[in-house]
């Protein structure tokens, strides 16, 4: 199977491609169940987007002037231009935002400069991720959160149910879910040169996840974050939801439209996974604690001294002692197919050791790659497995993380 066809067998997980968006699938009781679009639904079909349900969510999972290799090479070498407004954007208010918020979560917010962020996470009491999340410390007064399209009623629940308890002690904290702004990301080496001709400030002083309001183009109240989810250099920009379509044309027709291209949910999610960046409810989930995921990183210094968030106790125990099993990169050592989530892990005694999160092929190593759990006492790198696939097993190697390397701009 070439690896066009391999990418796009794949994405058919995603959910059912839409010939005919209007016609959705009708719920169990008969009733239809609508899927919500972004506000660049329309812009996505008059440009050839082939439309996927994806967390409740109508989007283009690729384009038709790109297969999904061609986008994910195109990202790797200029630069491609992403839809993620279904992202949920939400502001935290009140002089008792950084205690509010790190209630919830297991990074030093209060340790972050004006107008920078951090990865972090939501944590039960078990020490199970309920989500994944960027959090700016902005200079306006106010924490900038995105999380994940799938988790955002949830999450929310969470923020308000938190929200509610703070202020019945008398704290200061407002959450806001913000309503009216779209968000696109801009992601890959072209970008710095792309966009520093539409803003009036310095990228080259502008570092990985900094963040900062102003004009894209004549576009005002524009949030310009340097982050992503493609292991690139790369921007996420939150802009009003009346002008998103508008910004998204004209970054397209900068450099008479040969460096940025659209890009759908297929190139971004073999683009993660070349990264070796987790997706919620994959890689990660309630179940599986940050030490587990390979993020224990995101648990700042402070924050384990004082011991205070969400399921602390079980996971500064997996920091002393280890947890039982952790997240892996595995390459398959010949060809075939692709190893899948739940696809299961052995070893060479055929004993089950784990399985498999997320996989495929990888478009720019040509080989197949995945990410999965494994007992910690067999996640050495070079440790060889076998993973079942189509009731085969293939042999399997453990690798590090990421497939390739990453981009991020560093000052």
Sequence with gaps: MNANKSLNKLFKNLGKIYTNPSKHLASANGALNQPE???????????????????????????????????????????????????????IHGKDRFKFFE???????????PDSGTLSVFTNNNGGIIDDLIVSNTSKNYLYVVSNAGCSEKDLAHMKNAEHEFKSKGFDVTVEKIEDR?????????MH???????????NKFAFMNTAEGKVFDIEDCRITRCGYTGEDGVEISVPINRTAELADRLLALQNGETCKLAGLGARDTLRLEAGLCLYGNDIDDTTTPIEAGLSWTVHKRRRD???????????KQLKEKPSKRRVGLKLLSSGPSARQHAKIFDNNQNEIGEVTSGCLSPLLKQNISMGYVQTGLSKLGTRILVEIRKKTYEAEIVKLPFVPTHYYQI
Aim: charged share 20%; net charge negative; aromatic share 8%.
């Design 37 to 91: 679009k972004t506000c660049l639904y329309d812009f996505h079909l008059s440009h050839g987007g082939k439309i996927v349900d994806f967390a409740g969510w109508l989007m283009p999972v690729q384009y038709k002037d790109l297969s999904i290799q061609e986008s994910h090479i195109h990202t790797r070498t200029k630069c491609s231009l992403f839809d993620v407004s279904h992202m949920m954007q939400t502001k």
């Design 103 to 113: 209630s919830l979560i297991v990074s030093d917010v209060a340790g972050l400069k």
């Design 182 to 190: 779209g968000l696109l990301a801009l992601q890959g080496p072209a």
């Design 193 to 203: 040169q792309l966009l520093q001709q539409c803003v009036n400030f310095d990228l």
């Design 306 to 316: 004082e011991k205070c968030f969400p399921g602390a106790d079980i996971i500064l």
